[in-house]
Every structure is written in structure tokens, then in C-alpha cells.
């Protein structure tokens, strides 16, 4: 199946943060995430854990050796014979080849899909840690976004303050400039308040992930050009989420494994059938045979015949467990589906919304350039001047905040189609300065 690549279109915002030097781009901070975030490190460990089930299903199917070895001090007393004391060895040396048990070749076979089960947990354990990097990135962006808006309201608003409180003095103006001018102040101090509280937060949750103070993080380009889904065919996506997603390859494995359960429980009413070998040597002095040793060679069947319904009883409990599989599978591919639908959505919608939201920077810049004229020839008056001022801080900052939302949900999209890589993350990076 071709992959779905993300092809990049036309956005440009500019806000007050500046890059700084030695500042730490996404595929950086990745890699800080996986040397030290909690969950991912467990994943490993589940990960190395789950690769031992194969050694330890083939055990099943290979022959066992035990030796035995004993060395006795013996003490006999009798009223019709001599007393004796002596020493007393044997050994022994036995083999065990299972030639035929349903249960030991079907407990291998379980081993193998609990191999990969544990492979693809990693998988899937990784595509989070991604998304959650992505997330805690331009989450922190976005905040720093939303208090550099606020502390840019801020200094205008001081200055149209300032400018009503002169005017007033010189009877230019009326008091209602001035106190509009002050209530619009006194709101976006308690806003940039709110916003430094928020980026703290934000600013943590990246620190949880990657175990480390956070460092000064990279933004987007002036000129970024964020993506398109391609092929732009929300069918195609979802196709490939169907098949493809990690979860669904997840849940695929836990049916097997479930299925191969079944079958090993069913193996408990055939019976068995063992290659046996042995070989014993014993010494005693007070016997008329002071040594003697034996040696055997032969098959051994078995057969349980019935343990109190035991066998039945985990049989349909498998099989309840198997159909259980089943609908968590379908419920799998049910969420794969919503989720490529939501992430095609996302960046569509993403993408229309900022390019809306460009042509409404433009036209707030326009207003504001306009109605400060009129300010200054006397047909608007300042309180014109600080609605044109809000809508345009509040423009940029929406602008910003749907750039951020437009790339997440491309790899969103990518991570519900199972092809969420780390080349993503450095794509991502060559639109950050």
C-alpha cells in the first residue's frame, strides 16, 4: 500500500518570541522523551520481558534431563543378625523427549504471538510518545503565544491610557476614553497573569516527559508552509487506518492469542506420548550385590481420561475470553477509523481556518491603520482605536494557535494510519527557525 505523506501549504504568521540561539527543536526534545520518560522506559522493559516467551515456549518441545545423585550413611540393627554400618551411592540419569503434546506445541506457538504482542506494544508505546512530544511542544508555543498577545495589549493599552488621561487633562477628550481605556488595561493585566500561569503549566508537562527543566524551545518560521493530507482522500486514510493502525495489529494479535489458548486448552483431552531414557547405578557394601546399575529405553503414553469437568471449565472460559478478543479488535478498528477521520478533518479544517485567519490578519492591520487615522482627523475615537487593537491581538493569537493545531493533527493522522515515524518529527523541524 503506497504510505500517505504530508505535502505543505501556505501559512504565514509572525508573533513577538524570537527564536533563541542553542534553542531546542522537536526531534531534539524527542530524544531527550525517550532517554527519559517513565512510560516509554516501561515499555521497554514489557518489551525485552515479552521476548523471552519464545525460549520459554520451546522449552515445551525439547527434552528434559534431570540427574540424581544421593550418598547415604546406614546404620542397621537386628536381634537375629549382626550389626552393620556402612556407606551407601547412587545415581541416576534421565532423559525425556516429548514426542506428542497438543498443549506444549500450542503453548509455543502462543509464545510467538506473545513475542510479537509485546513487539507492537513498543511500537504503539512509541507512536504516543511522539504525539505526546508533539503535544507538550506546541502546547508550550502556543502558550507563549497567547502571554506575548497579552503583554503586547498591555503596553498598547498603557499607551491609549496614557493618551486619555493627557487628552482629558488638555480637555481633548472625555473621562469615558480614559476609564475605557483603564478597564481595558486592568483586563489584560489580569489576562497576561493567567497566560504566565498557564505557560508554567504547560512549560511542566513537557518537563514530566522528558524528566528535565525545560529548554528554550524553537518556533515556527515566518515563512512556514504547513501540509495538506496525500493523497487529499479521507477514504484512502481510513482504508490504511483499518489496516495498518498499531492498534488494530495489536488487538489482531490478542485474538490469535486468545484463539491459540483455546486450542492449548482443548490439547488437556488428548493424550501424550513421551521417548524416555534412563540409566541408574548403585553401590552398597553389605549387600550380596555390593553394585549394581540398569539402564531404559522406551515410550511412555498418557492419557486424562477426567478431572472433575476442570478441563471443560477452561476451555469455555477461554473461549469467552476469545470472543471478548474479538470485539475489542472491532472496537479497535472502529476508533482507527474515527481517529483518521478526525486527523483528515483537523488538517483540512486546520488549513482553511488559517488561511481565513490570514486574510483576517490582514484586514485587522488594515482597520487599525484606518482608525487610527480617523482618531487623529476626529471621526473615531479611542475607544474605536482599542477595538481595532483587540481584534487584531486577538487575531494573531488564534492565527498562531491554528498553525499548531493544523500540524497535530497531520500527525495525528499519521499515527492513526500506523505510519507515525520519527522523520515525521524532522520534517516538522525544517519548518521551525
Known amino acids: 500500500m503506497m504510505r500517505p505523506t504530508l505535502v505543505f501549504a501556505a501559512l504565514t504568521l509572525t508573533l513577538a518570541l524570537p527564536a533563541l540561539a542553542g ?29 523471552e516467551k519464545v525460549p520459554q515456549g520451546r522449552a515445551g518441545l525439547l527434552p528434559t534431563v534431570n540427574l540424581g545423585a544421593n550418598a547415604r550413611y546406614n546404620q542397621a540393627r537386628s536381634s537375629i543378625s549382626p550389626s552393620t554400618d556402612y556407606n551407601s551411592h547412587s545415581a541416576s540419569l534421565t532423559l525425556t523427549q516429548p514426542l506428542y503434546r497438543k498443549q506444549n506445541l500450542e503453548a509455543y506457538e502462543q509464545a510467538k504471538v506473545q513475542a510479537l504482542l509485546s513487539e507492537q506494544e513498543l511500537k504503539l508505546a512509541e507512536q504516543k510518545l511522539l504525539l505526546s512530544v508533539a503535544q507538550a511542544y506546541f502546547a508550550v508555543l502556543q502558550a507563549q503565544d497567547v502571554l506575548a498577545t497579552a503583554q503586547s495589549q498591555k503596553q498598547a493599552y498603557a ?44 512549560r511542566r508537562s513537557l518537563e514530566k516527559i522528558i524528566n528535565t527543566e525545560s529548554p528554550e524551545l524553537t518556533r515556527l518560521g515566518d515563512s512556514a508552509r504547513l501540509s495538506l493530507p496525500e493523497p487529499n482522500n479521507m477514504d484512502a486514510w481510513v482504508k490504511q487506518a483499518e489496516e495498518d493502525g ?45 553394585s549394581s546399575n540398569a539402564g531404559a529405553i522406551g515410550l511412555e503414553f498418557g492419557w486424562v481420561l477426567y478431572q472433575g469437568g476442570l478441563i471443560d471449565s477452561r476451555v469455555r472460559e477461554a473461549v469467552a475470553l476469545q470472543e471478548k478478543a474479538r470485539h475489542e479488535l472491532d472496537t479497535a478498528r472502529r476508533q482507527a477509523r474515527l481517529d483518521a477521520r478526525q486527523g483528515f478533518l483537523g488538517v483540512l479544517s486546520g488549513d482553511a481556518q488559517v488561511r481565513a485567519l490570514e486574510q483576517a490578519l490582514v484586514s485587522s492591520e488594515a482597520q487599525l491603520k484606518s482608525t487610527k487615522l480617523g482618531l487623529e482627523v476626529g471621526v473615531r475615537t479611542r475607544v474605536d482605536v482599542l477595538n481595532a487593537q483587540q481584534q487584531l491581538f486577538t487575531t494573531k493569537r488564534d492565527l498562531a494557535a491554528a498553525r499548531y493545531q493544523t500540524l497535530v493533527a497531520g500527525l495525528q493522522l499519521k499515527a492513526a494510519a500506523g505510519s507515525l515515524k520519527e522523520e515525521d518529527l524532522k520534517a516538522v523541524d525544517t519548518l521551525l527557525k
Open 23 to 51: 534553542s531546542a527543536n522537536l526531534s531534539t526534545v524527542y530524544q531527550m522523551a525517550r532517554e527519559n520518560d517513565a512510560e516509554y522506559a516501561a515499555a521497554q522493559a514489557r518489551f525485552k520481558a515479552g521476548q
Open 159 to 202: 499607551e491609549q491610557l496614557a493618551q486619555a488621561r493627557k487628552s482629558f487633562e488638555v480637555g481633548a477628550a472625555t473621562i469615558t476614553d480614559t476609564h475605557e481605556a483603564q478597564a481595558r488595561y486592568d483586563l489584560t493585566t489580569a489576562q497576561e497573569i493567567a497566560a504566565q500561569n498557564d505557560l508554567e503549566v504547560k
Open 246 to 290: 498499531v492498534s488494530v495489529h495489536l488487538y489482531q494479535s490478542a485474538v490469535e492469542l486468545a484463539r491459540r489458548d483455546v486450542e492449548r486448552l482443548r490439547g488437556g483431552h488428548l493424550p501424550t506420548l513421551d521417548l524416555s531414557a534412563s540409566y541408574s547405578d548403585s553401590r552398597n557394601p553389605s549387600s550380596t550385590i555390593a
